[in-house]
């Protein structure tokens, strides 16, 4: 299939496509024009890239474990990867990290924000 029948396929822009394909995350063919094919998993791959990108893992981390994916894009399941586990305890401890850190921006903000409408108290 041609990049445009996969984008409407998996909901993914064409530009999206071409990235995950930058990424060494998806492959195509090229015919002499350019075009770009993709074979019949190409809509499964992109599920499974769009899934792990939405719990937070960088493409680094998503070319790592993408071989480990297996099943339907929406209820994806990991397994056969040694060290896959560990490797989601760090992106998880870091996406943690993460909201720690926002959360503390949160309060400040709120106190600002607090002050700027209601005065010092």
Known sequence: MLIGELAARTGASRRMIRYYEQQGLLES???ANGYREYDDQAPVVVGHI?????AGLPTATIAGLLQCVH???EQPVLSGCPGMVDGLLAERA????????LSTSQKVLDTLLEAAVHGPR
């Open 29 to 31: 063919a090229r015919h």
């Open 50 to 54: 769009r899934k792990l990108l939405a």
């Open 71 to 73: 099943g339907d894009p």
């Open 94 to 101: 870091r996406v943690a990290a993460e909201i720690s850190r």
